[in-house]
């Protein structure tokens, strides 16, 4: 084995240890900050950025609670994946609230959940509500 392959398996290993202990750290995390909302809704997906980087998230039935504030799925524009995650990387997407930009990180290990509670939330952004208009009239 060559010295870069030695440094390079040195770098991997550290870089899984390092990765490991920040995923036990972020699951220790999501788990005390399953806070007294989680019971006021039948569906609650929270998600807690890696690395200390970004905004804990929870997907609802009905909204996306952002830090402390909730947006209703209506006040959503489609949330757009940014960048996938990595080993190294939280995995972004975003969105827009009222113009106020929303920006959504999440763990490599958190890749599946993350996926189908967006395909769920972008689902509910683009529900057209009951009470909308049907169409234009010519009369």
Same mark, same amino acid.
Do not use: C, M, W
């Given at each position: 084995m060559g010295l870069f392959d030695k440094a390079r398996?040195?770098?991997?290993? +550290? *870089? %899984?240890a390092t990765k490991k202990m920040s995923s036990g750290i972020t699951n220790k995390i999501a788990e005390s900050s399953h806070d007294e909302r989680a019971a006021e809704h039948t569906m609650y997906e929270l998600f #807690?950025?890696? &690395?200390? *980087?970004g905004v804990k998230f929870a997907f609802t039935?009905?909204?996306v609670i952002y830090g402390k504030e909730e947006y209703a799925y209506a006040e959503l524009d489609p949330i757009q994946m940014i960048n996938p995650a990595t080993r190294i990387t939280n995995g972004t997407a975003q969105t827009r609230a009222n113009g106020k930009v929303l920006t *959504? +990180? &999440?763990?490599? %290990?958190?890749? %599946?959940?993350? #996926?189908n509670a967006l395909s769920y939330a972008n689902g509910k952004i683009m529900e057209v509500p009951a009470d909308a208009p049907q169409g234009i009239s010519c009369e």
């Open positions: 398996e040195l770098g991997n290993g +550290a *870089l %899984d #807690v950025p890696g &690395y200390g *980087l039935e009905s909204s *959504l +990180a &999440y763990e490599s %290990d958190q890749s %599946d959940r993350f #996926v």
